[in-house]
Structure formats: structure tokens, C-alpha cells
């Protein structure tokens, strides 16, 4: 198991757009199962090769390509379980981007639930 605070774990992402992702990180923290549960782009998932870099005790910045095309990255906070979050993509012949904000909490894989923390 790798040292990184989301390695081998689930969370649960809501952005502040409307959009759930349920993200389940490799044991080593360089691979990522993303489901998009709710919002615009419910129902896409994929796997994907992690680059990721501790900016600050607890702060992780990750970062993957999609199959798409899609460039994501990630801040995460786990000092205050927020989220900033960037992807760009192709769109009409250009690139078009996106930040949001949201929070992220760790899934209970033994009943479903949210673990509290």
C-alpha cells in the first residue's frame, strides 16, 4: 500500500455543479476507477493511470487522461475534505475547460455507506 492518504480507498465526490463521482484509487496510488453516479455525465466511467504529487502535508495534487481526450486534475484536501477540480476537453474544433469546487468523503466498502470522519 502506498503512502498517499487515498491509496486502496473509495470516495464519494460531489462537485458544485450537481456532478457525483464515486472514484475507488489503486492499492498503490497510481490507478483510479471512476463512476459518475449523478449530473450531466451520469453513467461514464473508466480506469485510468494516476500521476500524483503531495503539494503540502495532506494536499495531493492528481492528475490522469481519459480515452476521451479529456485532461483532469485534481487538489485534494484531506485536512478539509475539499476538492478543487480542472479538465479540459476537446469541443467544435478547439479545447474547452472547466475548475469547479466540491468535497469528497470515504466510502464504507463493507455496507455502502459514507464513513464518517
Known sequence: MSDF???????????DNGVVFHNTY???GDKLRYEMIDGAAEGGSGTVDLYVGEVSDGVYLVGWNEVSGAAV????????KRLTAFWSFDEGGGRSAEVRTGTFQERDLS???????
Not at 5 to 15: C, D, M, P, T, Y
Not at 73 to 80: E, P
Not at 111 to 117: A, K, S, V
Request: no cysteine; aromatic share 10%.
Open 111 to 117: 455496507g455502502g455507506g459514507l464513513m464518517e470522519q
Open 5 to 15: 492518504a487515498f491509496a486502496g480507498k473509495v470516495f464519494e465526490i460531489r462537485l
Open 26 to 28: 489503486g492499492p498503490e
Open 73 to 80: 486534475a485534481h487538489v485534494m484536501d484531506f485536512n478539509t
